[in-house]
């Protein structure tokens, strides 16, 4: 995997800045992915970094998710039930990206089916 194109990517799919605030979140999806590669696959393969990429994403959108629930009134805060959209688009991307990297990475599932 290629840190400086998942940079890249994160910022493609964040709309942010890869700054030293976003660093651990790339560090942390790197290693997730490391963890999830089968012992036979590529590393170098162009998806993996659209995975890192999305996975730190969708921890990026988790994060504003948990700060934006707080909705501030007259009479002082309150949580507010609200469908965030971005984090919704962002754990899409991530499957759909898994979904690309199925034959690099270990099935995150197993359905049991009977004959």
């Known amino acids: 995997m290629n840190i400086e ?3 890249k990517l994160f910022v493609l799919f964040s709309g942010e800045d890869c700054t030293e605030e976003n660093a651990p ?4 999806a790197i290693a997730e992915t490391q963890r999830m590669l089968l012992p036979d696959a590529d590393t170098d393969d162009i998806r993996l ?3 890192c990429a999305s996975i730190a994403n969708n921890r990026l ?3 504003n998710s948990a700060r ?3 909705d501030y009134t007259i009479a002082g805060k309150m949580l507010t039930v609200s469908q965030n959209t971005a984090l919704a688009y962002s754990e899409k ?3 759909d990206y898994m979904q690309l990297c199925s ?3 270990k099935p995150k599932i ?3 089916t009977s004959l």
């Open 61 to 63: 959108q988790q994060i």
């Open 49 to 51: 970094d659209f995975l």
């Open 68 to 70: 934006e629930r707080a």
């Open 25 to 28: 979140l790339i560090v942390l």
């Open 93 to 95: 991307l991530v499957r």
């Open 5 to 7: 194109s998942v940079k």
């Open 103 to 105: 034959d690099l990475i």
């Open 110 to 112: 197993f359905i049991f």
